[in-house]
């Protein structure tokens, strides 16, 4: 699997946009990007993925690079209940059974 | 919308002993999960099961420990003889198919061996 890099933690106002950005440069042609999160020890929860183009589901929004070697999820308005930590994985959409989870970006969003 | 159902929420059991860690999938979902996290570290893999036996599993999942199905609504996992490094919060996750974005996780179930 293509190895990921993400800030460890980032600060946000509330209302306010949340841009979370993730650089995955070895990504292959068949992998997706998978943006969950965990909020305060509760079992991570699915947000949004996609391969190339943007995608923009209730939660959030991806944008992925053209060259496709990184990516930002957006938050458009971050409320309080935004506050936990974000994983982006990269894997094949059908590969095995995993989830690799990194160590994330700790999303504090403040009032 | 649909839950994975973890009990109980906490569990504290004495070194040695033998602890289940119960799980309810959503109903129509075939692929099941078990993942664990140690206090202030990464969420890890475990185990996964599909067909009523295990197509997948970490280093971790050790004879320690077992799962099953035992009744086509629940999920388990068995720790055979708890040691102190095995408390954490344990996550039962399940999907439909085998794209990852179908997984849904389940609030946990937190183990402390004492």
């Known amino acids: 699997d293509a190895k990921t890099t993400q800030p460890t933690s980032m600060d946000c106002a509330e209302g306010r946009a949340a841009n979370l950005p993730c650089n995955h440069s070895?990504?292959?042609?068949?992998?997706?990007v998978y943006w969950y999160r965990q909020i305060h020890s509760q079992g991570p929860q699915y947000i949004i993925h996609g391969l190339k183009n943007n995608e923009t589901n209730e939660m959030a929004s991806l944008i992925i690079t053209e060259d496709r070697k990184s990516s930002t999820l957006i938050l458009p308005h971050a409320t309080l209940r935004d506050t936990a930590v974000y994983y982006c994985?990269?894997?094949?959409?059908?590969?095995?059974?995993?989830?690799?989870f990194g160590g994330g970006t700790r999303l504090m969003v403040k009032p | 919308e649909p839950e994975v159902t973890q009990t109980p929420s906490h569990q504290v059991t004495q070194m040695g002993q033998e602890v289940i860690l119960r799980c309810v999938p959503i109903?129509?979902?075939?692929?099941f999960y078990w993942y664990r996290q140690i206090l202030g570290q990464k969420v890890e893999f475990l185990v996964s099961f599909y067909n009523n036996e295990i197509s997948e599993k970490s280093e971790i999942f050790d004879d320690q420990f077992s799962v099953e199905r035992p009744d086509g609504s629940n999920f388990t996992l068995k720790i055979r003889s708890t040691k102190l490094e095995d408390s954490a919060m344990y996550f039962c996750?399940?999907?439909?198919?085998?794209?990852?974005?179908?997984?849904?996780f389940g609030s946990g179930t937190r183990l402390t061996v004492v």
């Open positions: 996750a399940s999907r439909t198919d085998r794209r990852l974005y179908g997984y849904t």
């Open positions: 109903s129509n979902h075939l692929y």
């Open positions: 070895t990504i292959s042609g068949n992998e997706y």
């Open positions: 994985i990269v894997r094949p959409n059908n590969a095995g059974n995993m989830l690799t």
